[in-house]
């Protein structure tokens, strides 16, 4: 099957430090992955979107990797807040069906 | 207008009630979503329509009935639910239903609506 995985469900750090959020793909190659936010009983908000000839994008603190390589995408949120916490969504699309991954929580303390 | 509108916000229902979820949006998009999510868990697609037509049915039960009356509405209707059906109902639109493989589409969600079947 084509799992998109993000495999931390949680992630807890420090205010100001870097966040580092991993989703892993197997058995395909997606055309693109986005990154979307999810707060509590809302619906998820899209945060970036990257092509997999990019390598790199950046938007204000976020930045999303991809590595065709390892399979992977990487989510960086730098000078984290408080306000950054909620959860934190991959997803990958596919024409017009999109599958998100599992979510990795992230909890940035004071 | 970004905004994806989703009514009611609460529903609660017996297992032989009748209801619908209503969703809205002017953003001229021509496709619309409705996932299923559970607590703790992504959102799982249900139904898809592309220019008012059902294209995708994620096998879901016939007791989840999709509509779209026009370009800008989508509803749910509900008909003898189980108690596991309980979940927050998501809506989204997005532009373009016929994607290439290159191209890209991002969804837009609403808020969802929260139904506890009982």
């Known amino acids: 099957s084509q799992k998109i995985e993000q495999n931390s469900e949680a992630l807890n750090i420090q205010e100001g430090k870097t966040a580092t959020l991993t989703c892993n793909y197997t058995?395909?190659?997606?055309?693109?992955l986005q990154w979307y936010r999810q707060d509590p009983g809302r619906g998820p908000v899209f945060l970036l979107l990257?092509?997999?000839?990019?390598k790199e994008k950046r938007k204000e603190r976020l930045k999303v990797t991809f590595d065709t390589t390892l399979k992977q995408s990487l989510f960086h949120i730098t000078a984290s807040q408080p306000a950054d916490s909620a959860t934190y969504l991959c997803?990958?699309?596919?024409?017009?069906?999109?599958?998100f991954g599992s979510g990795t929580k992230l909890n940035v303390k004071p | 207008d970004t905004e994806v509108t989703q009514t009611p916000k609460h529903l609660v229902m017996g297992m032989t009630n009748k209801k619908s979820l209503k969703c809205e949006q002017h953003?001229?998009?021509?496709?619309m979503y409705w996932y299923k999510q559970k607590a703790k868990k992504p959102p799982e697609l249900m139904f898809v329509?592309?220019?008012?037509?059902?294209?995708i049915n994620e096998s879901v039960p016939s007791r989840f009935s999709p509509e779209c009356p026009n370009s800008s509405l989508l509803n749910l209707h509900l008909h003898a639910l189980q108690p596991e059906d309980s979940a927050l109902y998501l809506c989204?639109?997005?532009?373009?239903?016929?994607?290439?493989?290159?191209?890209?589409?991002?969804?837009?969600f609403g808020p969802g609506t929260r139904l506890t079947v009982l």
């Open positions: 329509y592309s220019y008012e037509k059902l294209s």
């Open positions: 990257i092509r997999e000839n990019e």
């Open positions: 058995n395909y190659s997606p055309a693109y």
């Open positions: 989204a639109s997005s532009q373009d239903p016929f994607g290439a493989l290159t191209r890209t589409d991002t969804q837009y």
């Open positions: 997803a990958r699309g596919n024409f017009n069906k999109f599958y």
């Open positions: 953003m001229g998009h021509r496709a």
